[in-house]
């Protein structure tokens, strides 16, 4: 199934975290946080400017990203958990 988020949304798979501590203790399923990292899988054409063009998104897909802990909307595509956000809501790129 393909996905096109509208306006300056973006597609994010968040990025599985680490299941061991440095310490070598393993961290069950229940007491994992979920990941504020991702990969963007598709970005939208850009925010509607009161002009009627677009404005150019900073962020692209395959992009690494940090977000919030509680952005988004999480949606289910194809089995696998994916996240729907507004650009604004991303905190940084990683390089």
């Given at each position: 199934m ?5 306006d300056d949304?973006v597609?994010i798979k ?17 007491a ?5 990292k991702?990969?963007?899988i ?7 400017l009161?002009?009627?063009g677009r404005?150019e998104m900073?962020?692209?897909a ?13 949606v ?20």
């Open positions: 393909a996905i096109q988020p509208l949304r597609l968040r990025l599985e975290s680490q299941e061991t501590t440095e310490g070598g203790i393993v961290i069950p399923d229940t994992k946080e979920k990941p504020q991702g990969r963007i598709a970005v939208g054409p850009g925010k509607l009161d002009d009627g404005g900073s962020v692209s395959g992009n690494v990203v940090l977000f919030g802990k509680y952005s988004g909307s999480e289910k595509i194809d089995g696998d958990e994916h996240i729907i956000m507004r650009e604004s809501e991303i905190l940084a790129i990683i390089e």
